[in-house]
């Protein structure tokens, strides 16, 4: 089969080009570095199908990085009638073309896409596409991926595509860059807008700082309101007025009792059925992911993609990258971490954007231990909320703290050497709806994926822990560190055996308990650390693979009980 | 009047025109490819406190560059420029 492959510089749309021509979504953001593995989808050419490949972006066939050496490897393999479709940065012409004279140097069919071609006219540059097409010898469509614009054009001219026979001298590329460019392009003078203004106001630490913790303050604000309105008027009740009945009637049916009743249904609450505590499939199992969990976790991707999208995330790295530097990475290395309190799993494959080994250990052990993800936080708020501040400040201020200490101890402890920042960052642009809700799909598809499963799985277990005796058993043997060092009832063993499958269920499970303040804020912060869920463990175990997880389990093991044993904590609770 | 500084050294806001990447073959190849080098003129938008990455503007593109790459991005700046914006 042909193959087209879409190559270019980072961030210059390739992934919603891919999306255009190929109807498949792939997950684009404005930042570079989103594509580090390629994509790969079927388009019509004419009568025949062809694979298109997303290569990831490149500056340069002279590779300086891991991403880019993935490129020129596919680059390498590229049979006689292939197709390359390089996609360009229409405002940024110049540095565009440095990428397109090595490619044709190829001597492949070649396609040069325009894409962005919208934004040259507010940013005052003229581009005379006949003349490049003749200084090229290649074909060049005008394109706006986002709208569509030019989208069927391009295809046709995939289909007729032909090599470049125009030569350069590839020793002085950048003069014959320059050469065309001044033949190619007008650009006109016109005043700063106030998006400009915003822009550079963003970066600086002063008032930059200030604006982001604007914006994430807003941002968890409003991540809260909706996803609180979610849950009291629309989820809540659905589950409290119309399956509540349902599974009443069920629980009837079935007797009352039972090994069937008690698997289903669950324990009955004063005689009715508590979605938070009765622990029954079909009770607390849909309702922790779909009432409890999900609310907050569409909220959160909501409010994400929209940053991501207006291209704020760059600025957020290179402001943050003094801090991130403090724990072994740089500024780009918040960006998994942001992704990892939607959920781990993510932002743990996210952290292929760093180049180096060490950097992507210590973030995604950061994410396991340190971040807590959208379903872990909304159980938490719900049962650590009932003190008010004085119970969810201490548990996030651990957190925090236990974040910052074990990312120094990594920083200092794991060998290698740590990259600094370089990274362009794109101008603002207004999140395109259709493209921002196609993410938000995906996004809520892994959660699905990834989370309902394993909480059904979890209180599966919860179910026949109990129904065997064993968790009364467990309970028994856990008692000296349970009891003796976190000082919890012995029944929160049960939690911790739950938390390695999922960290929802788990801290469902405490509720029951009649914990105290103090044995609440332990609690939530020793099952937040001591391990990841099993989605998150499958990812951490097959991306850095098993040595560096059993490392990243030590730290793990180690860290919670010394978080959560000591009475500090209790003296944390009390001092608020 | 020009005199050359280090990227790190311009002021925030001053102008500059880059004269030489005084670095490895992968450092110039890499800074190269993503819009600096010699001859392009650039505004430094924000920067180098406290060992913070310095950011710049060259035509449409903005980059970050670590401390240890702005040291190592030479350019020639007004030397008048510097003194009149502290006037």
Known sequence: MRRVLLVGNPNVGKSVVFDRLTGVYVVASNYPGTTVEF????????????????????????????????????LDGIAVDDVVVNVVDSTNLERSLNLTLQLLARRRPMVVALN????????????????????????????????????????????????????????????????????????????????????????????????????????????????????????????????????????????????????????????????????GLLTTGLYVPLAAVLPYVFAFYLVLSFIED??????????????MHRVGLHGMGAIPILLGLGCNVPGA?????????????????????????????????????????AGLAPIFIALFLAWLVIGKLLAWLVKGESPEILVDIPPYRFPHVRALAKKLWMRMAGFFREAVPWVLAGVLLVNVLYFSGVMRLMGRLASPVVRGVLSLPDEAAGALVVGFLRKDVAVG??????????????????????????????????????????????????????????SELGDVCRGT | MTRTVSLVEMDEGQAGTVR???????????IEAMGLRPGIALVKTSGSAMWGPVTVRA??????????????????????EKGQRHA
């Open chain 1, 39 to 74: 994509t790969r989808g079927r388009m019509r050419l004419g009568a025949e199908q062809a694979e298109v490949i997303d290569v990831p972006g490149t500056y340069s066939l002279e590779p300086t990085c891991a991403a880019e050496e993935v490129a020129v490897r596919m």
């Open chain 1, 116 to 279: 962005l071609w919208d934004e040259t006219k507010h940013t005052g540059i003229e581009i005379d596409v006949p003349k490049l097409e003749a200084a090229l010898g290649l074909s060049c469509a005008p394109l706006v991926a986002v709208t569509g614009m030019g989208v069927k054009d391009l295809v046709e001219r995939i289909g007729l595509a032909r090599p470049s026979m125009v030569s350069f001298d590839q020793a002085r590329r950048w003069e014959e860059i320059g050469r065309i460019v001044g033949e190619v392009q007008r650009v006109t003078h016109r005043h700063h807008t106030f998006l400009e203004r915003f822009r550079d106001a963003s970066i600086r630490p002063f008032p930059g700082l200030f604006i982001a913790a604007g914006v994430l303050l807003a941002a968890f604000e409003i991540v809260r309101l909706i996803g609180e309105g979610l849950i009291g008027y629309v989820l809540g009740p659905l589950f409290e007025g119309l399956w509540a009945p349902v599974m009443m009637r069920l629980s009837g049916l079935l007797g009352g009792s039972g090994f069937f009743h008690q698997l289903l249904i669950g324990d009955l609450v004063d005689g009715g059925i508590s979605f938070a505590e009765s622990m």
């Open chain 1, 310 to 323: 207006t291209g704020y995330l760059p600025r957020l790295a290179v402001l943050l990258d003094g801090v």
């Open chain 1, 349 to 389: 494959l996210a952290t292929r954007i760093m180049e180096t080994r060490r950097e992507r250990f210590i973030a995604m052990t950061l994410i396991a231990i340190a971040t807590p993800c959208m379903a872990k936080t909304s159980m938490i708020v719900g049962l650590a909320g009932r003190f008010g501040a």
């Open chain 1, 509 to 566: 499970m405490l509720a029951p308990l009649g914990l105290g303040l103090r044995q609440t804020v332990v609690g939530c912060v020793v099952l937040s650390m001591y391990f990841p869920c099993v989605a998150t463990f499958a990812v951490m175990l097959r991306e850095p693979g098993a040595r560096d997880m059993l490392k990243a389990s030590v730290v793990m093991v180690g860290s919670a009980l010394a978080g959560g044993g000591p």
């Open chain 2, 20 to 30: 030489e990447l005084a670095g490895g073959l992968a450092f110039v190849r890499r």
């Open chain 2, 59 to 80: 035509g449409n593109i903005q980059l970050a560059l670590g401390h240890g790459m702005a040291s190592r991005v030479l350019l020639d700046v007004e030397i008048g």
